[in-house]
């Protein structure tokens, strides 16, 4: 039966949450628990077993065990692990199997018995599966059973691969995969395709035996079914919901996966707030859209059947909140993104001075400028502002084979009609298809084929931004080496990445810097971008008085929008705007139609584009305001 929530905040939360700030603070968090367990159990001379999970999220769980061993000489001679689950079927030599994943961030590099290494066996056979599930449940109970399993949750509320439909009695077995689970991992394998089918897992079950349950979950993408599974019914449709049964249990959680949770999401529903303005707009807003009211036309009963009356009480008259909030939102919309000159700018998003701007776009791949604010591109340089667009990385995972084999092909030809030599093309052609024929799901090209993928979208880039109406001199290409790195090896940012970035902010000395906000987003590559722009404009702050005088816009893409209350500047497109920024995605051709790295939208880019600042113009319609075709949202950053 699941526990009773007596406290007042937490109410509608069926299991124990602890928040912490950021997935950092709270891996070193689980991993210090783990750390006390094992040495408890070295205390009075027992083994500790534990469960253990794979995937991103206990990445940095595991960095931190692996700095306590070498820097605080934290041993695992006493430690026995059980791995949740492997891929089927898949060797243990294979980048993707959990035995290679495991060594690399954890085993590799502690003082583990190897015999004390336990993980399901990808390379069985079918009819040997069953005798082997049995056997691994058997050698966990002889063992006492699990004394701490960590676990993750995937997008489908999988614990492990329990996915939706497993019992809640389940035990160790071999399961099928769900197919939003085979696209999520579809990156590690080259495209979902090459995703097995199948898996082997602990079941649900055996994850119950545990003495102790930790489920971990970090950044906005896991927002929707942690609310799910801490706030939901019980069901197999969310098999995660099970471990409301426990009462061993634990989700631990950064603030961004916690966001969607009631008392984060809708603090007023639970408790009385402390009601500051961008929390008046946000429960306005949310208020507006639940009764499906514009605005304006919200009344005092409205307020008080939905858990604000203390906002009516303390703030109102209701209709006084209403016109400020109205007005908050009307003064975020403006045609004039660079700021209107010799206009009163004081309720304008932007300043009016100076009236032409230095503005400096930077752009994570070579088509994200366009497709997430190719509309305020457009108007900026059409305003005669000084802009630059600068292309973060050379974008050449993206780009199908074909493509780059139909392009030496072009070179070839072209150059045999000039009569040139052609040995050496003929040569890289040769050894490029050669390369394809064998080529392995994930395998990274040759340095030759991710210059010429590069190349493909270095000349889709430039001709973007010259539709745009820039000349060359004003298009950068950065090429930062944390992607290039990244290629064979798990990479961060690093000084070379800042030191580049800095010189180019030094070289256009920005009034305005727009970067993708949208940290969300599959390839984890604009989270990257970001942190190498803030960590460059904040160095130069303490010695270039002109970044004093730089505002940070940031923008998204193609992934998902900001919230409406969140929005700082709206930039409303006109039909025309509309398609003249519909041609400048056009000009990247490798990316249309059938995207290499699609996510999980089937839509092409262009269309989730206007599909998506039309869905921003009719968020503001649906509130009372204007009439747009389409708006592109911004939020400010102050650094």
């Known amino acids: 039966m699941a526990r009773l929530n007596l406290l007042e905040e937490t109410r509608f939360e069926k299991l124990p949450v602890t928040v912490y700030a950021d997935e950092s603070t709270a891996s070193k968090k689980v991993a210090r628990r783990i750390a006390d367990l094992i040495i408890r159990k070295q205390q009075s001379n027992e083994k500790a077993v534990l469960g253990l999970a794979t995937g991103a999220t206990p990445i940095a769980v595991y960095e931190e065990l692996v700095r306590l061993h070498r820097e605080e000489g934290l041993s695992f001679n006493n430690v026995i692990t059980f791995n949740l689950d492997e891929y089927y079927p898949m060797k243990p030599t294979s980048s993707q199997s959990y035995v290679s994943f495991m060594k690399h961030v954890l085993f590799d590099h502690i003082d583990i018995e190897l015999a004390n290494i336990h993980i399901p066996d990808g390379t069985l056979s079918l009819k040997d599966i069953p005798a082997f599930c049995l056997e691994y449940e058997r050698k966990i109970t002889a063992l006492g059973g699990l004394d701490l399993q960590i676990l993750g949750i995937g997008r489908t509320g999988h614990i492990g691969f329990n996915e939706p439909g497993s019992a809640p009695n389940s035990g160790t077995r071999l399961v099928t995969l769900d197919d939003l689970t085979r696209r999520d991992a579809s990156r590690d394998f080259g495209g979902k395709a090459n995703v097995p089918t199948k898996a082997i897992t602990m079941g649900i079950g055996t994850i119950f035996k545990a003495r102790e349950i930790i489920l971990m979950a970090w950044n906005t993408k896991k927002a929707a079914i942690i609310k799910k599974a801490v706030e939901g019914e019980m069901s197999s449709d969310v098999p995660a919901t099970y471990l409301q049964l426990s009462d061993r249990v634990e989700f631990i959680l950064d603030a961004d996966a916690a966001s969607e949770l009631t008392r984060f999401n809708t603090p007023w529903l639970v408790k009385d707030c402390i009601w500051h303005d961008l929390m008046i707009k946000k429960a306005v807003i949310w208020l507006a859209n639940t009764v499906n009211k ?28 209403n016109i400020h909030i109205f007005n908050k939102l009307q003064h975020t919309i403006t045609g004039w993104p660079g700021g209107k000159g010799n206009a009163d700018d004081s309720e304008r998003p932007e300043r009016a001075m100076p009236d032409k701007k230095r503005v400096l776009i930077f752009s994570p791949h070579p088509d994200d400028d366009v497709i997430s604010m190719g509309g305020t591109f457009i108007r900026l340089v059409d305003q005669s502002h000084d802009v630059h667009v600068a292309y973060q990385t050379s974008g050449n995972t993206a780009v199908w084979d074909d493509d780059a084999l139909r392009f ?46 590069g190349l493909i979208r270095k000349g889709e880039a430039i001709s973007g931004a010259r539709y745009a109406g820039l000349s060359d001199d004003h298009i950068h290409f950065m090429r930062l080496p944390f992607y290039e790195i990244g290629k064979t090896q798990r990479s961060s940012i690093g000084e070379e990445d800042i030191r580049l970035t800095m010189e180019l902010l030094q070289q256009v000395k920005p009034h305005q810097v727009f970067a993708a906000g949208d940290f969300a987003d599959p390839h984890g590559t604009h989270q990257h971008c970001f942190d190498v722009i803030l960590k460059a404009l904040k160095r130069l702050q303490k010695t270039e008085k002109w970044v004093e005088d730089c505002w940070l816009w940031m923008y998204r893409g193609a992934w998902h929008e900001f919230e409406t209350h969140e929005i700082e500047m709206a930039v409303p497109l006109s039909p025309q705007e509309v398609e003249k920024k519909r041609l400048a995605i056009f000009k990247h051709q490798s990316q249309k139609d059938r995207p290499v790295f699609p996510g999980d939208d089937a839509r092409e880019f262009w269309v989730r584009a206007e599909d998506r600042t039309r869905e921003t113009a009719k968020a503001y319609d649906r509130l009372g305001l204007a009439e747009y075709e389409a708006m592109e949202a911004f939020v400010r950053y102050r650094y």
Not at 431 to 448: A, G, I, L, R
Request: proline share 4%.
């Open 294 to 321: 514009p605005i304006l036309k919200l009344t005092e009963e409205d307020y008080n059947s939905h858990g604000m009356a203390q906002l009516a009480t303390q703030k109102g008259p209701v209709y006084n909140i």
């Open 408 to 453: 030496v092909e072009f070179v070839r030809d072209f150059s045999q009609t000039l009569a040139l030599d052609t040995s050496k093309l003929d040569s890289l052609y040769l050894d490029m298809w050669n390369f394809f024929e064998s080529k392995q799901p994930n395998q990274v090209d040759t340095k030759e084929i991710q210059t010429v993928k």
